[in-house]
């Protein structure tokens, strides 16, 4: 199944995509757009391009688990996603996944505006691989 995440940011939204198996995800774009409106509609272009047949949307949770504001922004781009597609949507976990990208973009020596462009595309794999990995145990 082609499944598309989102990794949701105040300024800019990550998006990735991973192969009809389920295998691998792969960064996809980040979309540069702060009002909401706006970035639906841009991700509503993206899934009619790619027509994935699910949604995951990173979820962000402080380290004790408990949910906080951007939880909560997260979950209104979700509902707001579902109004204008009926494609399934779900949430994954996200903590710690900017962190993991900053790593991996660092480690392949990934620096400076290049790393500004893609950590929140970097992000969205984190987020699609950590939800295909724990779906096929």
């Known amino acids: ?5 989102i990794d949701y940011g105040d300024a800019r939204t990550g998006i990735a995509f991973c192969d009809e198996r389920e295998i691998i995800a792969s960064p996809y774009t ?4 702060k009002y909401q409106p706006k970035l639906i509609n841009k991700i509503i272009e993206i899934i009619e391009g790619e027509r994935p047949e699910k ?4 979820l962000p949770r402080n380290m004790d688990g408990s949910y906080g504001f951007r939880s909560e922004e997260s979950k209104a781009l979700g509902n707001a996603l579902s109004e ?3 494609i399934p949507i ?3 976990d996200e903590r710690l996944t900017t962190v993991m990208a900053h790593n991996v973009l660092s480690s392949n020596n990934v620096r400076g505006k290049k790393r500004k ?6 992000s969205a794999v ?6 295909i990995d724990r779906n096929k145990s």
């Open 1 to 5: 199944m082609k499944i598309m995440s």
């Open 30 to 33: 980040v979309i540069n757009e």
């Open 55 to 58: 949604i995951i949307i990173g």
């Open 84 to 86: 204008v597609c009926d």
């Open 90 to 92: 779900d949430f994954e």
């Open 117 to 122: 462009e893609t950590v929140d595309a970097v």
């Open 126 to 131: 984190m987020i699609l691989q950590s939800y």
